[in-house]
Protein backbone atom coordinates (compact mmCIF):
# COMPACT_ATOMS: atom_id res chain seq x y z
CA UNK A 1 0.00 0.00 0.00
CA UNK A 2 1.25 3.25 -0.87
CA UNK A 3 1.17 6.32 1.53
CA UNK A 4 -1.07 9.09 0.32
CA UNK A 5 2.10 11.66 1.23
CA UNK A 6 4.10 9.80 -0.78
CA UNK A 7 1.78 10.42 -4.47
CA UNK A 8 4.43 11.43 -6.90
CA UNK A 9 3.06 14.58 -8.97
CA UNK A 10 2.82 12.59 -11.98
CA UNK A 11 -0.36 11.27 -9.92
CA UNK A 12 -2.34 14.04 -9.16
CA UNK A 13 -3.43 17.56 -10.35
CA UNK A 14 -4.42 20.12 -8.14
CA UNK A 15 -7.62 21.46 -9.27
CA UNK A 16 -8.92 24.26 -7.14
CA UNK A 17 -12.13 25.65 -7.59
CA UNK A 18 -13.11 27.70 -9.88
CA UNK A 19 -13.91 31.02 -7.60
CA UNK A 20 -17.08 32.01 -9.67
CA UNK A 21 -18.41 28.46 -9.94
CA UNK A 22 -18.14 27.75 -6.39
CA UNK A 23 -19.91 30.98 -5.03
CA UNK A 24 -22.86 31.08 -7.15
CA UNK A 25 -23.28 27.73 -5.73
CA UNK A 26 -22.84 28.54 -2.14
CA UNK A 27 -25.84 31.27 -2.84
CA UNK A 28 -28.33 28.43 -3.47
CA UNK A 29 -28.37 26.22 0.55
CA UNK A 30 -32.25 26.70 0.21
CA UNK A 31 -31.98 30.22 3.08
CA UNK A 32 -34.30 32.82 3.54
CA UNK A 33 -34.05 36.05 4.29
CA UNK A 34 -35.41 35.34 8.02
CA UNK A 35 -33.62 32.09 8.28
CA UNK A 36 -30.27 33.67 7.34
CA UNK A 37 -30.47 36.03 9.58
CA UNK A 38 -31.46 34.06 12.22
CA UNK A 39 -28.46 32.51 11.44
CA UNK A 40 -26.20 35.12 12.69
CA UNK A 41 -28.14 35.38 15.59
CA UNK A 42 -26.94 32.03 16.44
CA UNK A 43 -23.39 33.39 16.25
CA UNK A 44 -23.92 35.95 18.61
CA UNK A 45 -25.89 34.07 21.26
CA UNK A 46 -23.37 31.57 21.34
CA UNK A 47 -20.75 34.10 21.66
CA UNK A 48 -22.42 35.60 24.95
CA UNK A 49 -24.28 38.67 23.20
CA UNK A 50 -26.75 39.96 25.89
CA UNK A 51 -27.42 42.82 22.94
CA UNK A 52 -28.81 42.13 18.98
CA UNK A 53 -30.04 44.35 16.76
CA UNK A 54 -30.73 44.31 13.68
CA UNK A 55 -30.88 47.26 11.22
CA UNK A 56 -32.77 47.35 8.07
CA UNK A 57 -31.51 50.16 5.81
CA UNK A 58 -33.33 51.66 3.16
CA UNK A 59 -31.56 53.40 -0.07
CA UNK A 60 -33.12 51.26 -3.00
CA UNK A 61 -30.52 49.20 -4.89
CA UNK A 62 -27.89 50.47 -1.86
CA UNK A 63 -30.08 48.84 0.76
CA UNK A 64 -27.87 47.33 3.38
CA UNK A 65 -28.84 45.17 6.04
CA UNK A 66 -27.13 45.33 9.48
CA UNK A 67 -26.72 42.73 12.61
CA UNK A 68 -24.96 43.81 15.41
CA UNK A 69 -24.10 42.57 18.95
CA UNK A 70 -22.23 43.21 21.88
CA UNK A 71 -20.82 39.44 22.30
CA UNK A 72 -16.60 38.08 22.74
CA UNK A 73 -15.72 39.68 19.60
CA UNK A 74 -12.70 38.05 17.47
CA UNK A 75 -9.27 38.28 17.07
CA UNK A 76 -7.59 38.69 13.66
CA UNK A 77 -6.65 35.07 13.20
CA UNK A 78 -10.09 33.89 14.62
CA UNK A 79 -11.98 36.60 12.22
CA UNK A 80 -9.70 35.14 8.83
CA UNK A 81 -11.10 31.95 9.62
CA UNK A 82 -14.22 33.10 10.47
CA UNK A 83 -14.71 34.11 6.56
CA UNK A 84 -12.96 30.92 5.45
CA UNK A 85 -15.21 28.76 3.63
CA UNK A 86 -15.82 25.53 5.18
CA UNK A 87 -14.02 26.68 8.88
CA UNK A 88 -14.73 23.61 10.51
CA UNK A 89 -15.41 20.12 10.50
CA UNK A 90 -18.96 19.38 10.55
CA UNK A 91 -18.26 16.06 12.57
CA UNK A 92 -15.49 17.41 15.21
CA UNK A 93 -17.53 17.62 18.62
CA UNK A 94 -18.76 21.01 19.90
CA UNK A 95 -19.55 22.64 22.74
CA UNK A 96 -22.55 21.86 24.22
CA UNK A 97 -23.90 25.54 23.82
CA UNK A 98 -23.00 25.87 20.17
CA UNK A 99 -25.92 26.70 17.40
CA UNK A 100 -23.61 26.18 14.79
CA UNK A 101 -22.61 22.92 13.29
CA UNK A 102 -20.82 22.86 9.36
CA UNK A 103 -18.76 25.80 9.54
CA UNK A 104 -20.35 27.33 7.04
CA UNK A 105 -23.22 29.78 7.86
CA UNK A 106 -22.02 32.93 8.37
CA UNK A 107 -21.03 32.98 4.69
CA UNK A 108 -23.52 31.15 3.54
CA UNK A 109 -25.90 32.70 5.16
CA UNK A 110 -24.76 35.89 4.02
CA UNK A 111 -24.47 34.75 0.08
CA UNK A 112 -27.87 33.59 0.09
CA UNK A 113 -28.59 36.93 0.28
CA UNK A 114 -25.95 39.77 -0.54
CA UNK A 115 -22.87 39.87 -3.06
CA UNK A 116 -20.82 41.52 -0.16
CA UNK A 117 -20.51 40.57 3.52
CA UNK A 118 -18.36 43.08 5.87
CA UNK A 119 -17.80 41.83 9.25
CA UNK A 120 -16.66 44.34 11.78
CA UNK A 121 -15.19 42.72 15.15
CA UNK A 122 -13.59 43.95 18.52
CA UNK A 123 -12.50 42.27 21.61
CA UNK A 124 -12.66 44.16 24.98
CA UNK A 125 -9.55 46.45 24.77
CA UNK A 126 -9.12 45.73 21.68
CA UNK A 127 -9.25 47.23 17.93
CA UNK A 128 -11.74 46.88 15.81
CA UNK A 129 -11.02 44.73 12.71
CA UNK A 130 -12.68 44.62 9.64
CA UNK A 131 -12.89 41.39 6.74
CA UNK A 132 -14.93 42.37 3.61
CA UNK A 133 -15.60 39.54 1.12
CA UNK A 134 -17.48 40.99 -2.10
CA UNK A 135 -18.15 38.55 -4.68
CA UNK A 136 -17.99 40.71 -7.36
CA UNK A 137 -14.09 41.04 -6.76
CA UNK A 138 -13.63 37.59 -6.16
CA UNK A 139 -15.18 37.07 -9.92
CA UNK A 140 -13.28 39.34 -11.44
CA UNK A 141 -9.69 38.38 -9.91
CA UNK A 142 -10.69 34.83 -10.15
CA UNK A 143 -9.23 34.93 -6.80
CA UNK A 144 -10.18 34.47 -3.01
CA UNK A 145 -9.26 37.85 -2.25
CA UNK A 146 -10.44 38.89 1.69
CA UNK A 147 -10.79 42.23 1.68
CA UNK A 148 -9.51 44.27 4.57
CA UNK A 149 -11.58 47.74 4.09
CA UNK A 150 -15.49 48.46 4.28
CA UNK A 151 -17.87 50.54 2.46
CA UNK A 152 -18.23 53.83 3.59
CA UNK A 153 -22.17 52.92 3.92
CA UNK A 154 -21.18 49.62 5.96
CA UNK A 155 -18.50 51.96 8.11
CA UNK A 156 -21.22 54.31 9.38
CA UNK A 157 -23.76 51.30 10.08
CA UNK A 158 -21.01 50.01 12.40
CA UNK A 159 -20.36 53.37 13.89
CA UNK A 160 -21.77 52.53 17.49
CA UNK A 161 -19.17 49.67 17.56
CA UNK A 162 -17.09 52.05 18.74
CA UNK A 163 -19.36 52.78 21.51
CA UNK A 164 -19.43 49.27 22.62
CA UNK A 165 -16.78 47.47 24.82
CA UNK A 166 -16.61 44.29 22.75
CA UNK A 167 -18.92 42.97 19.63
CA UNK A 168 -19.24 42.05 15.94
CA UNK A 169 -21.42 43.97 13.33
CA UNK A 170 -22.04 41.52 10.29
CA UNK A 171 -23.36 43.91 7.17
CA UNK A 172 -25.12 42.94 4.20
CA UNK A 173 -24.65 45.70 0.59
CA UNK A 174 -25.24 44.88 -2.92
CA UNK A 175 -28.91 42.77 -1.71
CA UNK A 176 -29.38 41.89 -4.79
CA UNK A 177 -31.79 38.84 -4.00
CA UNK A 178 -34.00 41.42 -2.31
CA UNK A 179 -33.73 45.16 -3.65
CA UNK A 180 -32.74 44.18 -7.79
CA UNK A 181 -34.82 46.81 -9.50
CA UNK A 182 -35.74 48.84 -6.50
CA UNK A 183 -36.01 52.71 -6.64
CA UNK A 184 -34.99 54.83 -3.40
CA UNK A 185 -37.75 57.11 -4.05
CA UNK A 186 -40.29 54.64 -4.73
CA UNK A 187 -42.54 54.85 -1.37
CA UNK A 188 -43.59 50.82 -2.68
CA UNK A 189 -40.30 49.28 -3.14
CA UNK A 190 -39.26 50.80 0.36
CA UNK A 191 -42.54 49.18 2.27
CA UNK A 192 -41.83 45.97 0.75
CA UNK A 193 -38.66 46.02 2.22
CA UNK A 194 -40.19 47.29 5.41
CA UNK A 195 -42.51 44.41 5.75
CA UNK A 196 -39.54 42.20 5.04
CA UNK A 197 -37.84 43.50 8.16
CA UNK A 198 -41.23 42.85 10.33
CA UNK A 199 -41.43 39.02 8.99
CA UNK A 200 -37.90 38.89 10.00
CA UNK A 201 -39.21 40.64 13.48
CA UNK A 202 -41.71 37.57 13.55
CA UNK A 203 -39.25 34.58 13.39
CA UNK A 204 -37.12 35.93 15.32
CA UNK A 205 -39.98 36.21 18.17
CA UNK A 206 -40.57 32.42 17.53
CA UNK A 207 -37.41 31.43 16.68
CA UNK A 208 -35.54 33.02 20.01
CA UNK A 209 -38.60 33.37 22.18
CA UNK A 210 -36.59 30.94 25.22
CA UNK A 211 -34.29 33.91 24.82
CA UNK A 212 -35.96 36.42 25.82
CA UNK A 213 -37.22 35.72 29.14
CA UNK A 214 -36.06 35.57 32.43
CA UNK A 215 -32.96 36.68 34.07
CA UNK A 216 -30.22 36.25 31.47
CA UNK A 217 -32.52 37.51 28.88
CA UNK A 218 -30.85 38.52 25.77
CA UNK A 219 -32.61 41.86 24.35
CA UNK A 220 -33.26 41.91 20.88
CA UNK A 221 -34.49 44.83 18.59
CA UNK A 222 -35.73 45.54 15.05
CA UNK A 223 -34.81 49.29 13.57
CA UNK A 224 -34.87 50.10 17.14
CA UNK A 225 -37.77 48.47 18.45
CA UNK A 226 -37.54 45.35 20.80
CA UNK A 227 -38.94 42.09 19.71
CA UNK A 228 -41.16 40.60 22.28
CA UNK A 229 -40.64 37.45 22.33
CA UNK A 230 -43.62 34.15 20.93
CA UNK A 231 -44.58 31.59 23.51
CA UNK A 232 -46.28 29.11 21.53
CA UNK A 233 -46.91 26.91 24.98
CA UNK A 234 -49.16 29.99 26.75
CA UNK A 235 -47.27 28.91 29.83
CA UNK A 236 -49.12 32.29 31.80
CA UNK A 237 -52.76 31.21 30.53
CA UNK A 238 -53.80 29.44 33.79
CA UNK A 239 -55.91 27.19 31.49
CA UNK A 240 -53.02 25.33 29.74
CA UNK A 241 -52.52 21.80 30.66
CA UNK A 242 -49.06 20.43 30.64
CA UNK A 243 -48.59 16.93 30.41
CA UNK A 244 -45.59 15.18 32.23
CA UNK A 245 -42.39 15.76 31.09
CA UNK A 246 -40.67 12.86 29.83
CA UNK A 247 -36.66 12.28 29.74
CA UNK A 248 -35.92 9.82 26.59
CA UNK A 249 -32.56 8.59 26.68
CA UNK A 250 -30.85 8.72 22.90
CA UNK A 251 -27.01 7.39 22.63
CA UNK A 252 -26.03 8.49 25.86
CA UNK A 253 -27.43 11.89 25.91
CA UNK A 254 -31.22 13.49 26.97
CA UNK A 255 -34.26 14.38 24.94
CA UNK A 256 -36.73 15.95 26.70
CA UNK A 257 -40.65 16.14 25.27
CA UNK A 258 -42.76 18.14 26.86
CA UNK A 259 -46.53 18.04 26.00
CA UNK A 260 -49.14 20.92 26.51
CA UNK A 261 -52.28 21.47 25.84
CA UNK A 262 -53.60 25.09 25.20
CA UNK A 263 -56.84 26.28 26.35
CA UNK A 264 -60.20 25.92 24.65
CA UNK A 265 -60.55 29.27 22.27
CA UNK A 266 -63.48 29.74 24.97
CA UNK A 267 -61.17 30.18 27.86
CA UNK A 268 -58.36 32.82 26.28
CA UNK A 269 -59.66 36.39 25.18
CA UNK A 270 -59.32 37.05 21.74
CA UNK A 271 -56.04 38.95 21.09
CA UNK A 272 -54.48 36.24 23.39
CA UNK A 273 -55.65 33.57 20.85
CA UNK A 274 -54.76 36.08 17.64
CA UNK A 275 -51.21 35.89 19.03
CA UNK A 276 -51.20 31.97 19.72
CA UNK A 277 -52.36 31.64 15.74
CA UNK A 278 -48.97 32.26 15.13
CA UNK A 279 -47.60 33.28 11.88
CA UNK A 280 -49.42 30.02 9.86
CA UNK A 281 -52.52 30.00 12.00
CA UNK A 282 -53.61 27.32 14.88
CA UNK A 283 -54.06 24.27 12.58
CA UNK A 284 -50.49 25.13 11.11
CA UNK A 285 -49.07 25.12 14.50
CA UNK A 286 -49.80 22.28 15.77
CA UNK A 287 -47.70 19.73 16.76
CA UNK A 288 -43.85 19.31 18.27
CA UNK A 289 -41.97 21.95 18.56
CA UNK A 290 -38.07 20.74 17.91
CA UNK A 291 -35.49 22.60 20.35
CA UNK A 292 -32.07 22.45 19.97
CA UNK A 293 -30.19 24.54 22.74
CA UNK A 294 -33.56 26.29 23.25
CA UNK A 295 -33.31 27.42 19.66
CA UNK A 296 -36.48 26.75 17.92
CA UNK A 297 -35.83 25.26 14.71
CA UNK A 298 -39.63 23.46 13.76
CA UNK A 299 -42.39 25.35 15.00
CA UNK A 300 -45.43 22.58 15.17
CA UNK A 301 -45.32 19.81 12.68
CA UNK A 302 -46.31 15.99 13.08
CA UNK A 303 -42.74 15.05 11.75
CA UNK A 304 -44.21 13.27 8.90
CA UNK A 305 -45.55 10.32 11.17
CA UNK A 306 -47.86 7.91 9.68
CA UNK A 307 -51.54 9.33 9.03
CA UNK A 308 -50.92 12.09 10.99
CA UNK A 309 -52.06 15.17 9.60
CA UNK A 310 -52.76 18.29 11.32
CA UNK A 311 -56.49 18.33 12.01
CA UNK A 312 -58.81 21.06 13.13
CA UNK A 313 -59.39 18.86 16.50
CA UNK A 314 -55.53 18.39 17.23
CA UNK A 315 -54.83 21.51 16.84
CA UNK A 316 -54.58 22.36 21.11
CA UNK A 317 -51.86 19.65 20.96
CA UNK A 318 -48.22 21.31 21.37
CA UNK A 319 -45.03 19.17 22.52
CA UNK A 320 -42.22 20.91 23.24
CA UNK A 321 -38.59 18.60 22.35
CA UNK A 322 -35.48 19.68 23.95
CA UNK A 323 -32.33 18.20 21.42
CA UNK A 324 -28.43 18.55 22.92
CA UNK A 325 -26.53 19.63 19.50
CA UNK A 326 -24.60 16.42 20.02
CA UNK A 327 -27.61 14.92 18.16
CA UNK A 328 -27.80 16.58 15.54
CA UNK A 329 -26.27 14.13 12.78
CA UNK A 330 -28.85 11.53 14.08
CA UNK A 331 -32.29 14.13 13.43
CA UNK A 332 -30.72 15.37 10.20
CA UNK A 333 -30.50 18.83 10.93
CA UNK A 334 -29.82 20.67 7.65
CA UNK A 335 -27.19 23.77 7.44
CA UNK A 336 -30.57 26.59 7.10
CA UNK A 337 -31.80 24.87 10.54
CA UNK A 338 -35.03 24.52 9.72
CA UNK A 339 -35.95 20.97 9.28
CA UNK A 340 -35.40 18.00 11.54
CA UNK A 341 -36.63 14.42 11.28
CA UNK A 342 -36.05 12.22 14.35
CA UNK A 343 -34.05 8.72 14.47
CA UNK A 344 -36.35 5.74 14.65
CA UNK A 345 -35.77 4.60 17.74
CA UNK A 346 -37.34 7.94 19.13
CA UNK A 347 -39.60 8.13 16.67
CA UNK A 348 -41.51 5.26 18.71
CA UNK A 349 -41.41 7.66 21.38
CA UNK A 350 -42.85 10.21 20.08
CA UNK A 351 -45.39 8.43 18.88
CA UNK A 352 -46.66 7.29 22.02
CA UNK A 353 -46.31 10.16 23.69
CA UNK A 354 -47.93 12.25 20.46
CA UNK A 355 -50.64 9.83 20.72
CA UNK A 356 -51.97 10.41 23.97
CA UNK A 357 -51.52 14.06 23.84
CA UNK A 358 -53.45 14.13 20.80
CA UNK A 359 -56.22 12.68 22.47
CA UNK A 360 -56.00 14.78 25.46
CA UNK A 361 -56.21 17.78 22.79
CA UNK A 362 -59.03 16.42 21.18
CA UNK A 363 -61.20 16.04 24.14
CA UNK A 364 -60.43 20.08 25.52
CA UNK A 365 -61.51 21.32 21.76
CA UNK A 366 -64.40 19.24 21.66
CA UNK A 367 -65.81 19.44 25.29
CA UNK A 368 -67.94 22.30 24.60
CA UNK A 369 -71.36 23.42 25.59
CA UNK A 370 -74.72 22.99 23.70
CA UNK A 371 -73.88 21.02 20.50
CA UNK A 372 -75.27 22.70 17.32
CA UNK A 373 -77.09 19.74 16.25
CA UNK A 374 -80.16 20.27 13.81
CA UNK A 375 -83.18 19.78 15.79
CA UNK A 376 -85.35 16.65 14.95
CA UNK A 377 -88.41 17.47 12.28
CA UNK A 378 -86.94 20.48 11.14
CA UNK A 379 -86.23 20.58 7.14
CA UNK A 380 -82.51 21.23 5.78
CA UNK A 381 -81.52 23.42 3.29
CA UNK A 382 -80.32 21.94 -0.05
CA UNK A 383 -78.34 23.61 -2.51
CA UNK A 384 -79.54 21.22 -5.30
CA UNK A 385 -82.93 20.51 -5.72
CA UNK A 386 -84.85 17.58 -7.82
CA UNK A 387 -88.09 18.61 -9.32
CA UNK A 388 -90.29 16.51 -11.47
CA UNK A 389 -92.12 18.15 -14.62
CA UNK A 390 -94.43 15.98 -16.50
CA UNK A 391 -92.68 12.90 -15.86
CA UNK A 392 -89.40 14.61 -16.63
CA UNK A 393 -87.05 14.65 -13.53
CA UNK A 394 -84.52 17.75 -13.34
CA UNK A 395 -82.20 19.02 -11.22
CA UNK A 396 -82.41 22.94 -9.88
CA UNK A 397 -79.95 24.94 -7.46
CA UNK A 398 -81.71 26.30 -5.41
CA UNK A 399 -82.23 30.07 -5.58
CA UNK A 400 -83.23 31.04 -1.96
CA UNK A 401 -80.15 29.30 -0.83
CA UNK A 402 -78.30 32.41 1.22
CA UNK A 403 -75.47 32.47 -0.64
CA UNK A 404 -76.48 32.16 -4.22
CA UNK A 405 -79.11 34.72 -3.01
CA UNK A 406 -75.85 36.90 -1.53
CA UNK A 407 -73.62 36.43 -4.60
CA UNK A 408 -77.04 37.25 -7.19
CA UNK A 409 -77.46 40.71 -5.04
CA UNK A 410 -73.79 41.35 -5.05
CA UNK A 411 -73.33 40.44 -8.63
CA UNK A 412 -73.03 43.40 -11.29
CA UNK A 413 -74.33 41.58 -14.05
CA UNK A 414 -77.49 39.73 -12.77
CA UNK A 415 -78.51 38.59 -16.08
CA UNK A 416 -75.11 36.69 -16.96
CA UNK A 417 -74.80 35.28 -12.98
CA UNK A 418 -78.77 33.95 -14.24
CA UNK A 419 -77.43 32.59 -17.82
CA UNK A 420 -74.82 30.59 -15.72
CA UNK A 421 -76.82 28.86 -13.10
CA UNK A 422 -79.27 27.97 -15.68
CA UNK A 423 -76.36 26.76 -18.13
CA UNK A 424 -75.18 24.55 -15.12
CA UNK A 425 -78.03 23.14 -14.06
CA UNK A 426 -78.95 22.23 -17.99
CA UNK A 427 -75.37 20.21 -17.89
CA UNK A 428 -74.52 18.59 -15.16
CA UNK A 429 -73.56 15.50 -16.76
CA UNK A 430 -76.22 13.02 -14.76
CA UNK A 431 -75.87 10.41 -17.07
CA UNK A 432 -71.93 10.23 -16.60
CA UNK A 433 -72.39 10.86 -13.07
CA UNK A 434 -75.13 7.73 -13.21
CA UNK A 435 -73.01 5.44 -15.09
CA UNK A 436 -69.64 6.05 -13.00
CA UNK A 437 -71.76 5.43 -9.51
CA UNK A 438 -73.04 2.10 -11.23
CA UNK A 439 -69.44 0.68 -12.34
CA UNK A 440 -67.49 1.89 -9.50
CA UNK A 441 -69.55 2.21 -6.53
CA UNK A 442 -66.70 2.63 -3.82
CA UNK A 443 -65.16 5.65 -5.82
CA UNK A 444 -67.93 8.24 -5.58
CA UNK A 445 -67.44 10.35 -2.24
CA UNK A 446 -69.70 12.13 -0.11
CA UNK A 447 -69.94 15.85 0.14
CA UNK A 448 -65.94 17.22 1.44
CA UNK A 449 -64.90 13.80 1.93
CA UNK A 450 -61.86 14.12 0.81
CA UNK A 451 -61.45 18.01 1.90
CA UNK A 452 -59.37 19.52 4.43
CA UNK A 453 -61.09 20.74 7.31
CA UNK A 454 -59.67 24.01 7.02
CA UNK A 455 -61.57 24.44 3.31
CA UNK A 456 -64.79 23.13 4.66
CA UNK A 457 -64.56 25.81 7.23
CA UNK A 458 -63.73 28.64 4.29
CA UNK A 459 -66.76 27.53 2.82
CA UNK A 460 -69.01 27.34 6.32
CA UNK A 461 -67.76 31.12 6.84
CA UNK A 462 -68.98 32.27 3.56
CA UNK A 463 -72.44 30.41 3.65
CA UNK A 464 -72.73 31.97 7.69
CA UNK A 465 -71.69 35.62 6.11
CA UNK A 466 -74.38 35.35 3.99
CA UNK A 467 -77.16 34.49 6.75
CA UNK A 468 -75.93 36.94 8.77
CA UNK A 469 -76.23 39.48 5.89
CA UNK A 470 -79.90 38.84 5.46
CA UNK A 471 -80.27 40.44 8.10
CA UNK A 472 -80.10 36.93 11.08
CA UNK A 473 -78.81 37.14 14.46
CA UNK A 474 -75.88 35.76 15.05
CA UNK A 475 -77.82 32.95 17.06
CA UNK A 476 -80.36 32.41 14.36
CA UNK A 477 -77.29 31.66 11.58
CA UNK A 478 -75.62 30.04 13.41
CA UNK A 479 -78.89 27.45 13.73
CA UNK A 480 -79.75 27.64 10.15
CA UNK A 481 -76.27 26.91 9.21
CA UNK A 482 -76.63 23.45 11.24
CA UNK A 483 -79.63 22.87 8.50
CA UNK A 484 -77.77 23.23 5.97
CA UNK A 485 -76.27 20.19 3.88
CA UNK A 486 -73.58 19.10 4.24
CA UNK A 487 -72.67 21.13 7.51
CA UNK A 488 -74.83 18.65 9.70
CA UNK A 489 -72.11 15.78 9.25
CA UNK A 490 -69.47 18.10 10.62
CA UNK A 491 -70.57 18.76 14.26
CA UNK A 492 -67.22 20.38 15.42
CA UNK A 493 -66.94 22.74 12.57
CA UNK A 494 -70.08 24.14 13.39
CA UNK A 495 -68.90 24.78 16.75
CA UNK A 496 -65.96 26.35 16.19
CA UNK A 497 -67.60 28.99 13.52
CA UNK A 498 -69.97 29.53 16.27
CA UNK A 499 -66.98 30.14 18.74
CA UNK A 500 -64.93 31.93 16.06
CA UNK A 501 -67.84 34.18 15.93
CA UNK A 502 -68.29 34.73 19.56
CA UNK A 503 -68.09 38.47 20.47
N1 LIG B 1 -21.03 37.20 16.22
C1 LIG B 1 -19.89 36.53 16.40
N2 LIG B 1 -19.14 36.73 17.51
C2 LIG B 1 -17.99 36.06 17.70
N3 LIG B 1 -17.52 35.12 16.84
C3 LIG B 1 -18.22 34.86 15.73
C4 LIG B 1 -19.44 35.55 15.46
N4 LIG B 1 -19.91 35.09 14.28
C5 LIG B 1 -19.06 34.17 13.84
N5 LIG B 1 -18.01 34.00 14.71
C6 LIG B 1 -16.89 33.08 14.52
O1 LIG B 1 -16.93 32.63 13.19
C7 LIG B 1 -16.93 31.22 13.13
C8 LIG B 1 -17.65 30.75 11.90
O2 LIG B 1 -19.04 30.99 12.01
P1 LIG B 1 -20.03 30.22 11.07
O3 LIG B 1 -19.60 30.41 9.67
O4 LIG B 1 -21.40 30.67 11.41
O5 LIG B 1 -19.82 28.70 11.40
P2 LIG B 1 -20.18 27.90 12.76
O6 LIG B 1 -21.16 28.73 13.50
O7 LIG B 1 -20.74 26.60 12.27
O8 LIG B 1 -18.86 27.75 13.47
C9 LIG B 1 -17.52 30.80 14.45
O9 LIG B 1 -17.13 29.50 14.80
C10 LIG B 1 -16.96 31.86 15.39
O10 LIG B 1 -15.65 31.54 15.77
MG1 LIG C 1 -22.79 29.79 12.85
Not at 166 to 181: H, N, P
Request: with cysteine; net charge neutral; glycine share 6%.
Amino acid sequence: MRAMSRTSSSEYETVPPEPAALVESLRAFGYELSTALADLADNSLFHHSRHITVHFHWAGENSAIALADDGDGMDERTLVNAMRLGSRNPRAPRDPGDFGRFGLGLKTASFSQCRRVTVFTKQHRKETLIRCWDLDHVAETGEWQLLRTSSALAARLAEKLADTKQGTVVIWEKLDRLTADTKTENDADEDAFLRRAEQVGDHFSAVFHRFMNGNRAVAFSLNGTAIQPWDPFLVDEAATQRLPLERLRFQGHVVEVEPFILPHLSKLDISAHRTAAGLRGWNAHQGFYIYRNRRLLVPGDWLGIKGWRQEEHYKLARIQVDLPNALDHEWEIDVTKSRARPPEKLRRELVRIGESTRSVAKRVYSHRGAKLVPAEGQERVFLWEQTAKHNQVSYRVNRDHPLVKQVRAACSDAPKFSALIRLIEETIPVPLITITDREKPDQTIGPFETSKESEILEVMRQVFASLRASGLSRREALLRLAHFEPFPRFPELLQTIQEEDEP
